[in-house]
């Protein structure tokens, strides 16, 4: 990407150090990082998780605790823009809290990962855009603060905008929400947006869509931004430049074009060889013997229709159709990836078959057991046959309990093992099977990085020996290397223990390395199903080739 007519040098990090305290310890979470980005460009910041991508970030705009974190060295400079659009040159570090307050939000902007813990669950997302705005405008109207908000929810593709203005973050998706925490950050027009992994949680074509406005608003105004991501497809398409951490330092950086075709440092190419893209492609199940093998799973009419209510009687006025007639048979011992937007269904879809969500109507049988209409008490034995993995392992593994307990606990109630003594073992079997340590039994959940705790939830579901497993968006937030572990370990457990998958995600790279048949999902209904190699390959709707074309692909 050029970049000739915005060389303004906005942004100047040099030999910077982040310290952070943990008890007696001293973590160096950022050693020795420079880097420099003009007015107008963007800057990828890659890496693993616990790299130092996010702190840098936050020492940049002073957003780390100031109880615990220092900069012994190191100074950052910021161009900063004055209200008569005059520039002068500050050192972040060294700023008053009022300067700081001035700048944040205004001129520098940040993007957070996670939507959820970012926006007030108290608040309409309209009040807190406006919000936004009008601390830095004080002078600008009710009125013309709403009007602006709304174009903002416009512009990052909210549907519906002047209605969702009124609702509050738990009534929006996840895609829907972090689409809002951009409008938040992009309202104010920022000289420099610092957006922390901010499509991660999307959908291919959301993301695509994220990515269009951010360069076009960059072209219009000038703006700089810093890209902090995992997905080297967002980085061929957006940055000019590149950087990639490892433990707190800056090993590689480099234009774009150059360091992904050219990689110099090991580990550079260590992360780019782990991109599905360029894994090591595995053996599938044959097309003609994957036809003649018997159904698993076995969906027929399945409905889940959400009743809306309005009025002070609280009438039902209308339903919102999650799962609108679906028809679905799962192979034993195949993997079969479930694909669409964020609110298309998929989610529902994997639960109600699971019964973990209320059935409208329809059927689903699993090993020719009808499971619709049973009692909780009627399910308690079919459970241990069919388990779900949870997209965020964080919030899914109680935070007080040793993983111990959250292993052994369900085999206990589903009387497998012969005592406590047996069961403990068979947990870390099961763990180790997961490639994790024996050891880790007696740990708890915030001891263990995000790819450690997605393996201890696929563990969880391992421990009572299912035969068909929900694997709901597992690798969405996890590192291309963690992620590659995870994919690769999912194929070897189905080939042990010849389980069944259902995978629902939005990467279609992992869609195509991983699963034997492909389904795509639209407003609750099924657009195109079939062998993944034809879906991907040779889609026949509309719909499925958009979002093919959405995904950002590294071409090497």
Same mark, same amino acid.
């Given at each position: 990407m050029s970049n000739k007519n915005n060389k303004i040098p906005l942004l100047n990090v040099k030999n910077l150090y982040t310290h952070l305290r943990a008890g007696k310890n001293t973590v160096k979470a950022v050693d020795g990082v420079s880097f420099s980005l003009n007015k107008g460009e963007t800057f990828c910041l890659v890496g693993e998780s616990g790299s130092g991508k996010s702190i840098c970030a936050l020492s940049i705009i002073q957003l780390l605790p100031a109880g615990i974190s220092s900069h012994p060295q190191g100074e950052i400079f910021y161009h900063w823009r004055d209200d008569n659009n005059d520039y002068r040159k500050v050192n972040t570090l060294e700023l008053e809290d009022d300067d700081l307050r001035q700048i944040r939000g205004a001129r520098i902007a940040m993007i957070f990962q996670e939507p959820m813990t970012s926006l007030n669950p108290v608040f309409t997302i309209g009040e807190q855009i406006i919000e936004a705005l009008q601390l830095h405008h004080p002078d600008?109207?009710?009125?013309?603060?709403?009007?602006?908000?709304? +174009?903002?929810?416009k512009e990052v593709q909210?549907?519906?905008?002047?209605?969702?203005?009124?609702?509050?973050?738990?009534?929006?998706?996840?895609g829907q929400r972090q689409r809002v925490m951009i409008a938040m950050a992009l309202v104010c027009k920022p000289d420099l947006l610092i957006a922390d992994e901010p499509t991660t949680a999307l959908d291919v074509t959301v993301q695509a869509e994220i990515l269009r406005l951010m360069?076009? &608003?960059?072209?219009?105004?000038?703006?700089?931004?810093?890209?902090?991501?995992?997905?080297?497809?967002?980085?061929?398409q957006m940055a000019h430049k590149v950087g990639v951490m490892k433990?707190?330092? #800056?090993?590689?950086?480099?234009?774009?074009?150059? &360091? #992904?075709?050219?990689?110099?440092?090991?580990?550079?190419?260590?992360? *780019?060889?782990?991109?599905?893209?360029?894994l090591a492609k595995p053996i599938k199940t044959n097309p003609e013997s994957l036809k003649n093998q018997e159904n698993l799973v076995v969906v027929k009419k399945l409905k889940v229709w959400f009743p809306i209510k309005k009025g002070l009687l609280k009438?039902?006025?209308?339903?919102?159709?999650?799962?609108?007639?679906?028809? *679905?048979?799962?192979?034993?011992?195949?993997?079969?990836? #479930?694909?669409? +937007?964020?609110?298309?269904?998929?989610?529902t879809l994997g639960r109600a078959i699971l019964q973990l969500e209320k059935v409208t109507s329809g059927s689903v049988k699993i090993n020719n057991k009808e499971l619709v209409g049973l009692t909780a008490k009627e399910l308690r034995p079919l459970r241990p046959h069919m388990q779900i993995a949870f997209q965020d392992p964080q919030s899914s593994l109680n935070p007080r309990l040793q993983i111990m307990t959250t292993l052994v606990e369900p085999m206990a109630v589903h009387g497998i093992g012969e005592n406590k003594e047996d069961r403990i073992e068979r947990a870390a079997q099961i763990l180790e099977q997961v490639h994790l340590s024996r050891d880790y039994l007696w740990r708890?959940?915030?001891?263990?990085?995000?790819?450690?705790?997605?393996?201890?939830?696929?563990?969880?579901? &391992?421990?009572?020996?299912?035969?068909?497993?929900?694997c709901d968006e597992i690798t969405s937030a996890l590192d291309v290397s963690v992620q590659a572990e995870v994919l690769q *370990?999912? &194929?070897?457990?189905?080939?042990?223990?010849?389980?069944?998958?259902?995978?629902?995600?939005?990467?279609?790279?992992?869609? +195509?390395?991983l699963s034997d048949e492909t389904v795509v999902m639209k407003a609750g209904k099924i657009i195109e199903q079939g062998l993944t190699a034809d879906v991907c390959g040779n889609p026949q709707k509309a719909y499925t080739q958009k979002l093919l074309e959405a995904v950002p692909r590294l071409v090497l």
């Amino acid at each position: 990407m050029s970049n000739k007519n915005n060389k303004i040098p906005l942004l100047n990090v040099k030999n910077l150090y982040t310290h952070l305290r943990a008890g007696k310890n001293t973590v160096k979470a950022v050693d020795g990082v420079s880097f420099s980005l003009n007015k107008g460009e963007t800057f990828c910041l890659v890496g693993e998780s616990g790299s130092g991508k996010s702190i840098c970030a936050l020492s940049i705009i002073q957003l780390l605790p100031a109880g615990i974190s220092s900069h012994p060295q190191g100074e950052i400079f910021y161009h900063w823009r004055d209200d008569n659009n005059d520039y002068r040159k500050v050192n972040t570090l060294e700023l008053e809290d009022d300067d700081l307050r001035q700048i944040r939000g205004a001129r520098i902007a940040m993007i957070f990962q996670e939507p959820m813990t970012s926006l007030n669950p108290v608040f309409t997302i309209g009040e807190q855009i406006i919000e936004a705005l009008q601390l830095h405008h004080p002078d600008l109207s009710d009125a013309d603060a709403k009007k602006q908000a709304i +174009e903002a929810l416009k512009e990052v593709q909210i549907p519906k905008a002047s209605t969702r203005f009124d609702n509050y973050p738990h009534q929006l998706s996840g895609g829907q929400r972090q689409r809002v925490m951009i409008a938040m950050a992009l309202v104010c027009k920022p000289d420099l947006l610092i957006a922390d992994e901010p499509t991660t949680a999307l959908d291919v074509t959301v993301q695509a869509e994220i990515l269009r406005l951010m360069k076009d &608003l960059q072209k219009r105004n000038g703006m700089a931004i810093l890209f902090i991501t995992h997905d080297f497809g967002v980085v061929a398409q957006m940055a000019h430049k590149v950087g990639v951490m490892k433990q707190g330092k #800056l090993v590689e950086t480099g234009n774009s074009e150059e &360091l #992904l075709h050219h990689p110099q440092h090991p580990y550079t190419q260590k992360l *780019l060889a782990a991109i599905p893209e360029n894994l090591a492609k595995p053996i599938k199940t044959n097309p003609e013997s994957l036809k003649n093998q018997e159904n698993l799973v076995v969906v027929k009419k399945l409905k889940v229709w959400f009743p809306i209510k309005k009025g002070l009687l609280k009438r039902v006025v209308d339903h919102v159709k999650a799962v609108d007639d679906i028809d *679905l048979n799962i192979k034993k011992g195949s993997i079969m990836s #479930l694909v669409g +937007e964020s609110g298309c269904g998929k989610t529902t879809l994997g639960r109600a078959i699971l019964q973990l969500e209320k059935v409208t109507s329809g059927s689903v049988k699993i090993n020719n057991k009808e499971l619709v209409g049973l009692t909780a008490k009627e399910l308690r034995p079919l459970r241990p046959h069919m388990q779900i993995a949870f997209q965020d392992p964080q919030s899914s593994l109680n935070p007080r309990l040793q993983i111990m307990t959250t292993l052994v606990e369900p085999m206990a109630v589903h009387g497998i093992g012969e005592n406590k003594e047996d069961r403990i073992e068979r947990a870390a079997q099961i763990l180790e099977q997961v490639h994790l340590s024996r050891d880790y039994l007696w740990r708890y959940p915030h001891e263990f990085s995000g790819g450690q705790r997605q393996r201890i939830g696929l563990a969880r579901a &391992l421990v009572v020996n299912p035969e068909f497993i929900v694997c709901d968006e597992i690798t969405s937030a996890l590192d291309v290397s963690v992620q590659a572990e995870v994919l690769q *370990l999912l &194929l070897e457990i189905r080939q042990k223990k010849d389980l069944t998958l259902l995978f629902i995600t939005h990467n279609i790279s992992v869609v +195509e390395y991983l699963s034997d048949e492909t389904v795509v999902m639209k407003a609750g209904k099924i657009i195109e199903q079939g062998l993944t190699a034809d879906v991907c390959g040779n889609p026949q709707k509309a719909y499925t080739q958009k979002l093919l074309e959405a995904v950002p692909r590294l071409v090497l």
